[in-house]
Every structure is written in C-alpha cells, then in structure tokens.
C-alpha cells in the first residue's frame, strides 16, 4: 500500500436509524450523509480529500498504537490512542434520532496528558459547498448552506478560519470534553442541545435492549449479533427500508470503474432478509421491512422496480460528481443508479417468495394482499418469456439469464401456492406456467455435456447466482445437475478460495474492468455445501468469510489481494453471514426453510 492510500477496512460505522457515518481509525469522520442516508454528504472526504469535508479529532502529536472496538453489543465505537506522553480516548456515536440528528465525540483521558486537536470542515452537496459561519445565542456555532445547517457545540473554543472550525485542548487522566454537531435544515431554529454524557448512557441501553432480543444461540454467535446490528444500523427506522449501504462509489477493483451508489433499498434479497431476521428473533424489523415492500410496490406492477428510496421513492437519477477525486482515484464517482430502471424479472418473484414467507409466519396483511399476488403474477406471466438485465444488473444486452427465468418459476410457483384452497383455477394456472418455466430452464440453461447450468442461454459461461437454484427450491441441493454446478463453479469461478458472482472477460455487461470476489456468492456455496450434508467444508468457508471482517467485524460487498473492496458495510454481505450462521446452527435455516418449502406442496420436485 503507498502512502496516503486509503483502506476500506480501515472505517468504522456509526449511524441513528436514519443515516449512518464512516469513521476512519485515525478518529477522521470522513463519510456522513443528512438528514437521511441517500441526502447529499456534509462529509465527502471518503470520495475525495478533507477539503471534500471531515471531522479529526486526533492528538496532537505522533500516536504510537491506535486500537478501537464497539462498547459491548452497542454501535458506539471507542477509539484508544498511546502517544508519549499518554492514552486517550474517542467515543463516537450517533443518539437514536428523535427530534435532532446528532453526531457526538466524547473524549476521555486514560493516562497521563495528550494534547488534542479537533478539526472540522462542514461541505454540503456532496463536499462542494462552503457554509456561512455564524454565531448561535446560546453559544454555538451555525454553519448554513442551502437546505442545510449544522449547530457545533465544543467542550472548547472554537477557532474559524473560512475554511475549518478548529479547537486545542489538552486532555488529562479522568477527564471527559463532549463535541457535538447537529444537523437541522436551514429554515428552521436550530434544536435544543442535549447533553451528550445522558444522550452515550440512552444510546448503549437502547442498542442493548435492542441486542437482547436476538433469539441465535448457536456458533459464531459473536460474528452473528456484530452483524445483525449492522443490519439494524442499515434500516430506516420511520419507514423499516434496508439500505444496500451507506455508501455510494466505493470501488469493486482498486482504481476501477465499477464505482456505484448504494444508498437505495433492493427488493431482490427481500425473501432471505425476511426470514433471517425472523428466525433471529427480529419480528419488529422483518414486520416493517415487509410493510416497506408492500407501500414500495403499491399501484400497478408495470411501474415495479428493483430497488427504491427508503421513502419508498422511484426516481434516482445516475450523475457524476467530477469535483470529487474517487476513493484512491477511482472515477467516475457515481450518485444515483441508473439500474433503478431496468428489467429484472427475478424481483417479481423475489416479492411473491416474500409475501408467501410472511403470510406463513402470521405477519399482518396489508390492504388486499389477494389482488397484490394477482397482480404480480399476471405482469410476470405477460413478462417472463422476455430477455432482462439479470441480478446482476448488466448495462450490456439484455439476455435470457438462467437465475432470472428461475426467479420467473418461483415466482408462479409460490402464486401457486399462495392460492392453493382458496381459488383452484389460480392454483392449478400458475402451477402450469411453474411448469412451463421449469421446463424451459432444464432445456435451455443446463449444459448437459458439462453437467452445469450456465449463465444464460446459449452461453457457455457461468454465474454464481445459480448457486440459489437450491436456495429456492428449484432442485434439491442433492441433485445431481446441482452437485456438477457447484463443482464447475468451485472451477471456474473461485479464486483464492472465493466466489466471484461472472468472468467478466466472457460476460458483455456493459462495464468493463475487473472486480474482486463477491463476499454474498461464497456464502451461498456455504449453504449449497450444508444442504449437500458438506459441514466440514461449510464451516471452513463461513469462517474463511469471518475472517475477511475488519477488525471491528464489518464487511464490504466484495474482497481481493487481501483487501476489502466496494460499499461499505455491505448488507447483502451481513444478511448473508447471518443466515448461513442459521443455517450451520441448527436444522431448518432460511436455505432449508425457503429451498425445501419451495419444493414440498407441489409435484412437480423431479424433473
């Protein structure tokens, strides 16, 4: 690594159940969106350098060890430094949002004396905006930009030279300085302070009452919890959206194109989200995740796409910011997603697996779920013969995708068996187009001279997201089509003991470039290995996975040469690690509760 390079696993989350914050282990926040995780960032340096906007707080001097970890179960985040003359610490955290959205920084002295300094450089839209500085009455200070205002208040006097807002201290043993900064829009009278000592004591008893609840008592128990809370982090409290992360263009290849905004809540994981969250004991999130999908996709399912706002918003228009340098000088550095527009016929039956899921696990209905699967069903049959962009949202030509047309048969599969007893016709329609879709996978996406699925028709290459043929229930896990699967992919697509989702050099998708391992494909071959009765094998994989974590235990999207690479922290990767922890654990897991389910009420299971 050359100096001045940044790491991704060198950052830290910090978040209020409305937006989140990137925290570098130097105590640099360098990544903050507000008021909500896809609004533009007051903090940009992450893409960017400091003049892009960011928040030191850091001795003055040279630091000899940095260590740092969450406070138990909690996402509040201690970072310890030891310099020459003693240890301090910075306690970093964002209250649970009520009226305001505060970033707090409580430092604490450990041993003997540390001069310390805090620098702060507010820069709204995305770090291009300077604000205008002016006084509060109550002693703070407002910094104001268009939409935005921020109110800082410091334990020390604030110094402002235009361009940052500067404190020096010095910090002794058994002392404690708070620093906090509020965002509130502009037209409005900056929110009442809080006290930030009361505000760290509220925050650690919700984030624990919160854990306590998490019903996973089996292995990796530590790895599981760290990654339900950051699931928990992800989610929009008022509206119960999941991001994909709280980042946007962070790189899938050093210095690469493959640069994308994250910021925006998939349908397409919403079964395995559902049910993870489920069986770990979080019935209140997987109940507002499910009342997310339904408002997300009310009115007519032509005007269903892949991903949306946390409000549930479907316009996300993909632009550059060319002010902005790139993580490492990855460019273009990207905000919006353009995929947000494509054809994915997978969502559909992405969301009809999830409405069963839920409907069998009692949640409540909302309006007529009826009329909703109806609905789904009968644009899906109009759609499913046609070529999509796949699940891996390919800007090349649309192709027949084998995952897709999969998704297609689960998705009449489950209409099938949602009318199943209440309208037989439905029942017995949508079992034929099950059928019928089936058929045509087995004819027209299984190399039978190979003995593998490909990725699409006519092609010869392969996707790891055929992976989930037996996640669904497609074919059992013990099939002999499935078994050559996995061995072409272990093949041909594992490098250095991961799973990369394509070979890019076969696949036109439109991009170019290289990308690193998908961390989510490998945990999907985890599954396939445990419902094959492979544990060993499982288990070795998983811990391979665990052990790509940072420090604090966080994952990215993908990893490579030893690095973690793309948005970060990555739910998808999280979501993952969580349901093959379940499904190690115990018999019954989301692969075997969604696969085997998938199969068991109708009978067409050989073919």
């Not at 830290?12 to 360098?30: K, N, Q």
């Not at 489950?414 to 309208?423: E, K, P, V």
């Not at 996978?441 to 190979?450: F, I, K, Q, S, T």
């Amino acid at each position: 690594m050359s100096e001045g390079e940044k790491r991704i696993e060198d950052y830290a989350l910090i978040g209020d159940g409305e937006t989140a914050a990137l925290v570098h282990r130097s105590g640099s926040i360098e990544w903050l969106c507000m008021p909500r995780f896809d609004s533009e960032a007051c903090f940009a340096a992450l893409l960017g350098d400091d003049e892009n906007g960011c928040w030191h707080m850091r001795p003055e001097g040279e630091v000899r060890r940095t260590s740092r970890r969450y406070l138990g179960d909690t996402l509040i985040l201690e970072t310890e430094f030891e310099t020459a003359s003693g240890r301090v610490a910075v306690i970093d955290f964002m209250p649970i949002r009520g009226v305001a959205a505060d970033v707090m920084r409580i430092v604490e002295g450990r041993e003997g004396e540390v001069a310390m300094r805090s620098d702060l450089a507010p820069r709204f839209d995305f770090g291009q905006l300077h604000p205008l500085v002016r006084p509060c009455s109550d002693g703070r200070v407002l910094a104001i930009a268009g939409p935005d205002a921020i109110a800082l208040r410091f334990a020390e006097e604030v110094r402002f030279d235009d361009r940052w807002f500067s404190s020096r201290f010095t910090i002794r043993k058994g002392e404690r300085r708070s620093f906090v900064m509020t965002w509130f829009p502009a037209h409005e009278r900056p929110p009442e302070p809080v006290d930030a000592e009361q505000a760290l004591a509220d925050t650690r008893a919700y984030w624990e009452s919160w854990i306590a609840r998490a019903s996973y008592r089996g292995p990796y128990r530590k790895e599981t919890l760290r990654s339900l809370i950051t699931l928990k982090a992800l989610i929009h409290r008022p509206t119960g959206g999941m991001v994909a992360a709280p980042t946007a263009s962070l790189p899938e290849m050093p210095g690469g194109v493959r640069n994308w905004d994250y910021r925006f809540c998939w349908l397409r994981d919403s079964t395995f989200t559902l049910l993870a969250l489920l069986q770990a004991g979080m019935g209140e999130e997987a109940e507002a995740w499910l009342g997310w999908l339904r408002r997300a996709i009310a009115g007519e399912p032509i005007d269903v796409q892949p991903f949306y706002t946390v409000g549930g918003d479907r316009r996300m228009y993909e632009w550059e910011a060319d002010w902005l340098a790139g993580f490492n000088g990855a460019r273009p550095v990207r905000f919006g997603n353009a995929a947000a527009s494509q054809c994915q016929l997978d969502v559909y039956g992405e969301v009809l697996d999830t409405l069963l899921a839920g409907d069998r696990h009692g949640l409540k209905r909302e309006g007529d779920s009826d009329a909703l699967v109806r609905m789904l069903a009968a644009k899906l049959e109009g759609e499913w013969r046609h070529p999509d962009s796949g699940i891996w949202e390919s800007r090349g030509p649309r192709k027949h995708f084998v995952h897709s047309k999969v998704m297609c048969w689960c998705g009449f599969d489950r209409a099938a068996q949602w009318f199943d007893g209440s309208d037989p016709d439905l029942h017995r329609h949508y079992r034929e187009l099950a059928e019928e879709a089936k058929a045509l996978v087995l004819e027209r996406g299984y190399d039978a001279e190979r003995n593998t699925f490909v990725a699409a028709f006519g092609e010869e290459g392969l996707d790891a997201a055929t992976l989930r043929l037996p996640l669904v229930g497609f074919l059992p896990a013990d099939d002999p089509r499935i078994a050559g699967t996995v061995a072409a992919i272990e093949r041909e697509l594992m490098r250095d003991g991961l799973v990369h989702r394509y070979s890019p050099e076969k696949s036109d998708d439109g991009v170019g470039g290289d990308e690193g391992a998908f961390l989510a494909t490998s945990f999907w071959l985890a599954d396939v290995y445990v419902l094959q009765g492979r544990l060993d094998e499982a288990r070795k994989l998983f811990e391979r996975l665990c052990g790509l974590a940072n420090d604090i235990g966080l994952l990215s999207e993908e990893a490579g040469g030893g690095r973690l690479l793309g948005n970060f922290p990555q739910a998808l990767s999280h979501l993952s690690l969580v349901t093959t922890a379940l499904n190690l654990g115990r018999g019954g897991g989301p692969a075997q509760e969604r696969g085997v389910g998938g199969r068991s009420r109708h009978e067409g299971v050989s073919a």
